[in-house]
């Protein structure tokens, strides 16, 4: 082999490390932007249950139609349909037991269809969410004290009894 062929081949080899690399970084690079952006999601969610403050989620819900899988944009929408109706019935005044529990499966499905965005061979799967998973929330106050502050919580928090049906402002949020 030729030095001429040599060097045209170590190039060649070189450019496609470096294209493999800059590939796995970009990938890298995006699924850490989703974690963020599913974070700050959550967070709405979280908001949305526990202080009846929907508009944080209804934002959040339409940004991630620039970066939400399918899957999680119909989960969202099903969350949305879900709360919605659970408002109604609390506007009318009727027993609000059926649609709350519509909207802790509509959340499990949407923390769900998240995980498995950022994480496809989870093995949580949508019977375990239904039967074992929990919507736990706290006191409005200490959410929003949490939101405001942006970071951990570093004190434990009263997650253990969370309300039974939380109050909805203006019952759509």
Request: charged share 25%; with cysteine; net charge positive.
């Amino acid at each position: 082999m030729t030095d001429a062929a040599v060097a045209i081949l170590s190039a060649l080899a070189g450019f496609l490390v470096w294209m493999t690399q800059r590939y796995f970084e970009r990938r890298a690079t995006e699924r850490l932007r989703k974690e963020r952006l599913y974070g700050t999601l959550l967070s709405a969610c979280v908001e949305f249950v526990g202080t009846g403050n929907g508009a944080p989620f209804i934002i959040e819900s339409q940004r991630a139609w620039l970066y939400a899988s399918d899957a999680v944009l119909e989960a969202i929408n099903e969350y949305l349909k879900a709360f919605v109706a659970y408002g109604d019935a609390q506007g009318r005044g009727v027993d609000c037991s059926e649609t709350w529990e519509a909207v802790k499966d509509a959340e499990g499905r949407l923390r769900l269809s998240i995980r498995r965005d950022l994480h496809p061979k989870t093995g949580i799967s949508g019977q375990w969410v239904k039967g074992q998973w929990e919507m736990m929330t706290s006191r409005p106050e200490r959410i929003r004290e949490y939101l405001r502050r942006g970071s951990p919580a570093t004190q434990e928090d009263d997650t253990s009894n969370p309300p039974s049906q939380p109050t909805p402002k203006g019952g759509r949020g």
